[in-house]
């Protein structure tokens, strides 16, 4: 790959203390391009701790061990020791921030909002709860759980371990807030075939014209299995009782934020007051697929290893398991539906059931898919498929083309694409506005997750370099001056059309690139693929190297001088090491392989010329 | 203060290297005063060049002090005493520098209750006469060692802020060595328990030296193949693990003193003069001494996890 991760992760940690420390105060300074918030907050932080607990190499739980290019990269925050306890007043006061005096963890959009009318956003309003702040959260405090759990294994200092202790609790309790919040703006939208919504969406996933009573009867078919898994949805918001009639189609995800009338949940966790909820009780896909990662790390392999949740949680995340899986089946269900030749995600762009059509809709439906393919094991086919849709989305979005002048694709980028909020108008005057620009940067990450998975070394390779062009277009995004320089995002430095510029950082927009990162950098951490192709011609080129090498010794080599000597111990030292890595690394046990065979081929020669003057 | 110098085995370079320390806080201006407490080799008058002590003194040094021969300790001072020239005067600003040689001739002796009490006595009247006083202890588990520890315990020193360095080479072997000698069976926070110290605090006022280190990144190894950088590399990597393991990382560690030709074939101090016009020691290392100068008296230095 052209990107090398753990340079440009480096350089990004160096560039977010650089504009987040100020020296004199001692003191992290919250907010960039946006005011603080309780997302963007969090985003900022996870710019330093997604690396620091998701890539082995830039662990800094373990002062001991950790590298010296990480410790000059973080050198404002201290030394290997002060880092962590540097960190640990950062979180802590991030966590006091966004909780109410009576210890409620706050999830508010606030400053992310914007308003659809004249009038500014009410003060209600800005006060939301939004489904991105849930997600962030899970996120951020599992990663605050997990550096703690092994921090507290190091630290003795009796201050110390309160310090980290008192963390935890605060970490623990927004983290079951946050679950709690998820739980109750999870929601299954249920409409009539005949609707304009069940139209919609018989539209777009019918690839086949087919006559619409029989898509209906095949997506219930497909769906048999989830539709009978809803009885299962007890708790929170997204219970539903009529989706069993079989002129019926329905959607699945997460609203923008509480939705209306969702029940509180019953936990003895301290989430302290359960809010009204204001939204639609109808799935949003930025949301849905926000959610559906968040939740994913719920229960990842390093979660379950290292124990960060407690029994209460354990209840809360297997309901939001069962929501997952059957946002995750549905979603995949309907983006790959149908015999034809075409998926309906491969039919860009994606239009949503009210009606709106994005390429950004189809990138989205692409990640969603793509798990869906994984849990069904998915073949490199398949995957590959998705990756063609990726590689023209990035077309489409003048990500790897250049742009007309007045290139409507821009819009993508800058101002990105506008959610309108439905039901946040009954907390204020107008309807609130949701700013989603990440495109770029959710494809790169997207781009690296399909290519980590595909086992095909072409297909695989067509995705890093999709990949590498992505970076190359992410990398000219930066900004280049000021405290931030290095961060992003600058979209007028690759579109000269657009006429903003900003002088401050988008944490929303870093952390997302930081997550693409992230991936690559624990992909390139796998051995390589192996080609059957490459594996097959170093063994026949082993095969015989170690002949003729046999035949040498057989005609008394062995007993001749010491140069001679000397060639034939190299050969068999090269020939053993070519025989160990055959399996893991075959091109160079086939480079081993031929040294041999030149250093032999020089003594035939050479006994060649014996005969022939002879 | 009292500083401790020990070391896990022989040959660490604790020594020289401390009284390298002890020489740059001199010059940084403190009055300072270096105690040899390695009775069975006292060797610190030829660090220091003075030509009468090479091997220790035959005029009444700390052994004769500790076994009651004599009612104070020879003193020596360095500026006025040693035949090297650039140790000859004091340096503007610079303060007090002074050694206490051990007799030449005098071997390890078991403690006594007199003797401990005699070297507790010593300490009192010269911590309040230097800012800094460093015992030279010698290697390894030793008599000398449980003297300073039973000495320190005493009521009258406990207000005596007290540190210990222990010295120990950048490999496996110095490695475990330095671990056992501080966690270990009949080790210094063992001894020092027994003698009625508080083991956290104890542990707390220690930290390790690594000496004679060899970075794999440093731009003196250009000369190695790449192999062996490679090699290196993940040598000094597991090494990290080890001594994380042990107790021995980085969290508690001080300084480290990078291998250095004049340290290792002279043993001496190293002069301003050797950096910058000879140019025969590397910048490093005096930067190394300099920064453990200020570090052994800076409390944020010693602040842990």
Redesign the interface.
Known sequence: MRMQPRQQLLEIWNATVRSSWSEREKKWKFGGRDAPNSIGDAEQLLCILTPATKVESFKLD?????A?DMIRALRPLGN???I??TLIGILREYFDRYSDPDGTPLFSGSSYFSSTGPAQPSKEQLRLDIVDSFAMSVTLSLSVLGFLKV?RS????EE?RKEIESLEQQASTRLSAAMVGLLRSFTVNVFDVDSAYGQALTTMINQENLPQRQVVSAVRRDLRETIASFREVLIGSGQVGDIDSPDRLFEVGWSWGIVNGAPPIETNEPVGQQPKGFAQDAPYLYFTVIAVDAIEDLFSERTRVLGLLNEEQQRLTRALQLRWELTRAYWSTMATFGQAQRWPVEDIPWRTTDEDASDYYTLLVTSLAVKGLVQERGTDTELGRIGTVLEELANRARVTRRPFDTDPALSLHAPGVLVPLVGSEDAGDARLLWTVSEFAALLFQRTTVIGGLINDAEARSRMLDLADRTWEHLNKRRLDKGPGRNLWDQPTSVFGQLTTRYDKPSWYYTQRVVQGLVTTANMLNRPPLRSPRLGNYAFDLLTEAEHLYDMELLSGAGDAGPRMRETLKVASIHLSRAREILPERPGTAAVLAAQVLIALDELAAARRDVTEAG | MLIFATSDKGGTGRSVTSSNILYRSALQGSDVCYLDFDFGSPTSGAIFNIPTTLHGTTQGGLHSYLHGMVADPQRLEIWQESDRSSLRSRPPGAGRLVLLPGDSGGGEFPITKENTERCARLFLHLEEEFDLCLVDLSAGRSYATEMVLAATANEALRNIRTRWLVFHRWTRQHVLAASGLVYGERGILHTGENHGHDR?EL??SLRFVRTAVVNP?SPELEGLRPAQIAWLRDVDRDL??L??SRKV???LLLGSIPLDPVLQWREQLISDNDVWSRRIANRETLEQFDSLAKKIVDDAAW???
């Open positions: 373990r002062p001991d061990e950790t010296e290997a020791t002060e962590p306890k921090l190091v630290a003795n200092r110390n | 956290e542990a707390n990144d990290s693990e001594a994380s990382g980085r969290t602040e842990t996890l």
